[in-house]
């Protein structure tokens, strides 16, 4: 080859890549969906912009610095939070675990029984936790078992659709060697396809736990029970130092079992 032949007429040697004209108008799209949900819902960005300084302005003038000169009196409610997301996540997993192994194609060969299950978890599975408790509410009044109830719901759905898809991802070939051996179907269920589920059963648990911590003080503020009616109740007095001292006890609940929850899985892997 010449030497002064362009590098990029060279055979072996490509050219940058040109941008995509479907990436740019994948961007310019969304960018046009962005900008007309600005406008049907009547948003001005700059607004947004200009509320920024103005919030911190109001926290710190109203929230700081926190006051927790009454956390004594919140231990209860606080305990209440942690237990409302233990015993919720406890029940939900055992319901959640019959119902996942009953959807799972690895264990229930009966397909349209599948079926209706798959759509039961569905529709529990889709309702937010929220609007369980609220329902509760309306129906039984302010209460503990209102809250812990609206967990269960909010997560067996969830737990159920993961249980199903973990047990069908499990290789099935000690579950043929156990049936090859004339094993009936409990003992291929509990020696084949129960040990190899386990890990999956304990993580999805662990991360339903994790994430009933918060959803239970989101209950306390529908009135289901908890330290979230309080925060609420301090908002609504203008008790601002007091609530936010609430809020940083719940982030630190919140990573606190975020880190634990993460050794544990750590230790089960």
Request: charged residues 15%; hydrophobic residues 55%; proline residues 6%.
């Amino acid at each position: 080859m010449p030497k002064n032949t362009p590098l990029s007429e060279h055979p072996r040697v490509k050219s940058p890549a040109a941008p995509r004209l479907p990436h740019v108008s994948a961007a310019l799209g969304g960018a046009a969906v962005v900008l007309a949900a600005f406008i049907y819902l009547k948003i001005n960005p700059y607004d947004i912009l200009l509320a920024v300084p103005r919030f911190l302005r109001f926290f710190a003038e109203n929230f700081l610095p926190p006051d927790f000169k009454n956390i004594s009196s919140y231990v209860p409610l606080i305990l209440d939070t942690i237990f409302f997301a233990l015993a919720g996540t406890c029940v939900s997993s055992l319901l959640a675990l019959v119902l996942g192994l009953l959807m799972s194609e690895r264990t229930n060969g009966i397909r349209p029984l599948r079926a209706v299950i798959r759509f039961a978890a569905s529709i529990l599975r889709n309702i937010p936790v929220l609007v369980w408790a609220a329902l509760l509410v309306c129906v039984f009044g302010i209460g503990k078992l209102v809250g812990l109830c609206a967990l269960v719901l909010g997560t067996l759905g969830i737990l159920s659709r993961s249980y199903a898809e973990s047990a069908d991802e499990i290789s099935g070939e000690k579950a043929e060697a156990l049936r090859s051996c004339g094993a009936s179907y409990l003992q291929i269920l509990f020696h084949g396809l129960i040990p190899e589920f386990v890990p999956s059963w304990v993580n999805w648990t662990l991360f339903s736990f994790e994430i009933n911590i918060r959803a239970s003080v989101i209950l306390g503020m529908v009135g289901a029970g908890g330290i979230g009616i309080m925060v609420q109740t301090n908002l609504r007095l203008f008790k601002y130092s007091e609530a936010l001292s609430l809020i940083i006890i719940l982030t630190a609940m919140v990573l606190l079992t975020e880190f634990a929850v993460n050794q544990i899985r750590k230790r089960v892997r």
